[in-house]
């Protein structure tokens, strides 16, 4: 654990009490309206990409059925390449101008993309490229991830840093509950809606959350003009200028330089926090494929019961990133990230299909009845329209894998939402640590773009090896790549601590 030499604050999420003097001079409390705002912008950004995570299949078998599963997997994978690609980039812009200036134009963007998500059944083909472009897009806008984080690290001691990083991972966590919670709620709208033809729009359930996020989006864009202003603060809380209007070279913030920060401490923080996403995302692209597949439900079954897990899964997050704030303090943060990847382990261990009880055949469903294939139109589609449920038949891995049960899918769902909060918020805390005081916007940039390349790869590989092999292959090799990061956080253990513990400026 880490102590200061001189005493510090702590943040909690609603109230930031320090305890002293400066607490009641302007500068404080604008820097702690501006965190605050960097908190909003996190939540919102959560609920826009969690606020149609669970219809995004159902929605890409609605619009065009020539859509399969493994293309599923590019659509996911397209949001995490977006923001891949964007990290870096506003990042760099991050270090170099005010903040605002990506935020707004991100924020944008992902505003946009939205709204084309809303109208991405009117094309009389190809509707699942449009649909893959504008995910990407939505991608591109969440690029801002980098810059609120660095805004957060470069905006609070390191004596701070700890909480005001899990308080940005609990908004993001509320948002994550929000966004299931409110696609479940919007799905009662039903696939039909109801057609503004003002504006040539189908509102229903899968076009009014998307339109809501572009909502959010506004009122984010507004906040980040109208409140947010530059801050920067040393690693003991003392006010220093601001970097955002020259480059990083060219700061005279501290006398660090490229070459004090342990390079291969940043290498192995970006290697784990890529297998902690990529773990991440194979679990969420493939529980709404996985519930249909085993337990037969409908499309609108799978977006409202998947919802409502991820929103469960979201609550019991934000008590982690609670807990984690104290463990944290208490044992430090590698003892807790060993902690996070274990669970994970055992939550993905437990998934893999054993017994004697066989998944549904999509086929003895469609033995005896016609599928009438459903298009976008504003006329209603008859109640009579039937909908094959249960394991498709070409999945061959159906017929001789046994049905992973709906108990061994809840206790996952309870465990892989344990250790994958945990270890997202001290991954993000440890990394700004091992930086020191240097300007961390491009540092952040890429280890979003880390996490966003696990993101476009793990959709891309579970989509292609459930598909083709079944879940026992699927989460056997994701227990191997856990084993893989246990080891590696075990070997170079020593390697991840704090810039200033490293040079002697704080005890360990």
């Not at 066989?358 to 139109?377: C, G, M, R, S």
Request: glycine fraction near 8%; charge should be neutral.
């Amino acid at each position: 654990m880490s102590q200061f030499m001189d005493s510090g604050e702590n943040t909690p999420l609603l109230k930031d009490d320090s305890g002293s003097d400066d607490s009641q001079n302007d500068e404080y409390k604008s820097r702690w309206r501006s965190i605050r705002v960097m908190y909003f912008t996190m939540f919102l950004s959560s609920v826009g990409f969690t606020i149609v995570i669970t219809s995004v299949w159902p929605y890409l078998q609605k619009i065009d059925d020539s859509a399969s599963a493994s293309f599923l997997g590019w659509v996911v994978a397209s949001y995490s390449l977006g923001q891949m690609l964007a990290s870096p980039l506003f990042g760099l812009w991050s270090n170099h101008r005010p903040r605002r200036e990506p935020l707004a134009c991100s924020i944008f963007i992902n505003v946009t993309a939205n709204i084309y998500y809303s109208y991405i059944y009117l094309p009389t083909s190809q509707n699942k490229y449009h649909m893959l472009m504008s995910r990407a897009l939505v991608g591109f806008g969440a690029g801002n991830v980098a810059v609120v984080r660095s805004y957060v690290a470069g905006a609070t001691s390191l004596k701070e840093r700890n909480s005001a990083m899990a308080n940005t991972s609990a908004c993001q966590a509320l948002g994550f509950i929000l966004g299931p919670a409110l696609q479940a709620g919007l799905s009662f709208i039903g696939e039909q809606g109801v057609s503004v033809k003002v504006i040539d729009l189908q509102l229903n359930m899968y076009t009014a959350p998307a339109l809501l996020a572009a909502l959010f989006g506004v009122i984010n864009i507004l906040l980040v003009v109208l409140v947010l202003r530059e801050h920067q603060v040393d690693d003991y809380g003392r006010h220093i200028r601001a970097i955002n209007y020259v480059s990083e070279e060219r700061m005279d913030v501290s006398q660090e330089t490229e070459g004090d920060i342990d390079q291969v401490a940043v290498l192995t923080s970006n290697v784990l926090f890529f297998i902690i996403m990529f773990m991440f995302a194979v679990f969420e692209t493939i529980a709404t494929p996985l519930s249909m597949d085993m337990f037969s439900w409908t499309r609108k079954d799978a977006v409202l019961y998947n919802g409502i897990i991820l929103s469960c899964v979201g609550f019991e997050s934000i008590l982690v990133f609670l807990l984690v704030k104290v463990l944290s303090q208490r044992i430090g943060d590698r003892p807790v990230l060993l902690g996070g990847l274990a669970i994970i382990f055992c939550g993905f261990f437990v998934l893999l299909p054993w017994g004697n009880h066989y998944p549904e055949i999509q086929w003895a469903d469609l033995k005896n009845n016609t599928v009438i294939h459903e298009t976008f139109a504003p006329t209603p589609v008859s109640n009579s329209s039937f909908e094959p449920t249960g394991c498709p038949a070409e999945q061959t891995w159906c017929q001789y894998t046994p049905a992973i049960h709906l108990a061994q899918f809840l206790t996952a769902d309870v465990l892989i939402g344990a250790g994958y909060p945990a270890c997202n918020v001290i991954s993000y805390t440890l990394y700004s640590k091992i930086l020191g005081s240097k300007p961390q916007g491009v540092y952040m940039g890429w280890l979003t773009a880390s996490g966003s390349g696990a993101r476009t790869l793990g959709p891309v590989f579970v989509s292609q090896v459930y598909t083709i092999l079944g879940p026992r292959w699927a989460f056997s090799l994701i227990c191997v790549m856990v084993l893989g990061a246990i080891f590696l956080l075990g070997v170079l253990y020593h390697k991840l601590i704090s810039f200033a513990v490293r040079h002697g400026r704080i005890l360990e």
